[in-house]
């Protein structure tokens, strides 16, 4: 199986600010990476597939970078209402797995 | 309006069963892959099954030989039968709809919440 390793786990930061989340895949799974969003007591949300393309309805303040084993999500220019856990997935093969997720949080 | 509505969960004693439903709208569930997702309580996502269009099944490792992912294309409905439960399927299941070509959850439902308990 694909293990894939989010980092940090939590992240403090202010509006405004940009930040960056990475994701690790145990073996090379192309670009074949979403990444999603979650608010407490909500599904998760699609925000990017296949590494770097913008799910549409997504505000453009988010990208997404990568491929093989190295990926990266930043939002520039944080607002209030991203402050929230983000996931990252790979679908390059079954069991699709997912990271541990990153708390960003307001600092 | 595209929209999944999961049904079925319920506490259910360790080694108990239950089945899950994910009616879906504004979409054909044949046409699309569509996954089950779970969320142990204060615990990050984990992918359990998908059923391709095609019709092949795929299974997390913690799952197999105990679940079973099937559809009901007369109803537009995917399940999750879940058998010989245990406390640690305890969370909230998600069914989710995945486009084919590169997979990705684009939509999901509000989730349907799974404890076992005694």
């Known amino acids: 199986d694909i293990q894939m390793t989010q980092s940090p786990s939590s992240l403090s930061a202010s509006v405004g600010d940009r930040v960056t989340i990475t994701c690790r895949a145990s073996q090379s799974i192309s670009s074949y990476l979403n990444w999603y969003q979650q608010k407490p007591g909500k599904a998760p949300k699609l925000l990017i597939y296949?590494?770097?393309s913008l799910q549409r309805g997504v505000p453009s303040r988010f990208s997404g970078s990568g491929s093989g084993t190295d990926f990266t999500l930043t939002i520039s220019g944080l607002q209030p209402e991203d402050f929230a856990s983000y996931f990252c997935?790979?679908?390059?093969?079954?069991?699709?797995?997912f990271g541990q997720g990153t708390k960003l949080e307001i600092k | 309006e595209v929209l999944l509505v999961e049904s079925g969960g319920d506490l259910v004693q360790p080694g108990g069963s239950l089945r899950l439903s994910c009616a879906a709208s504004?979409?054909?569930?044949?046409?699309?892959?569509m996954s089950w997702v779970r969320q142990a309580p204060g615990k990050g996502l984990e992918w359990v099954s998908v059923f391709y269009s095609g019709g092949s099944t795929y299974y997390a490792d913690s799952v197999k030989g105990r679940f079973t992912i099937s559809r009901d294309d007369s109803k537009n409905t995917l399940y999750l039968q879940m058998n010989s439960l245990r406390a640690e399927d305890t969370a909230v299941y998600y069914c989710?709809?995945?486009?084919?070509?590169?997979?990705?959850?684009?939509?999901w439902g509000k989730g349907t919440t799974v404890t076992v308990s005694s």
């Open positions: 989710a709809r995945s486009i084919a070509a590169a997979p990705r959850m684009d939509v």
């Open positions: 296949v590494a770097s």
């Open positions: 997935q790979q679908s390059y093969s079954t069991p699709y797995t």
């Open positions: 504004g979409f054909t569930v044949s046409n699309n892959y």
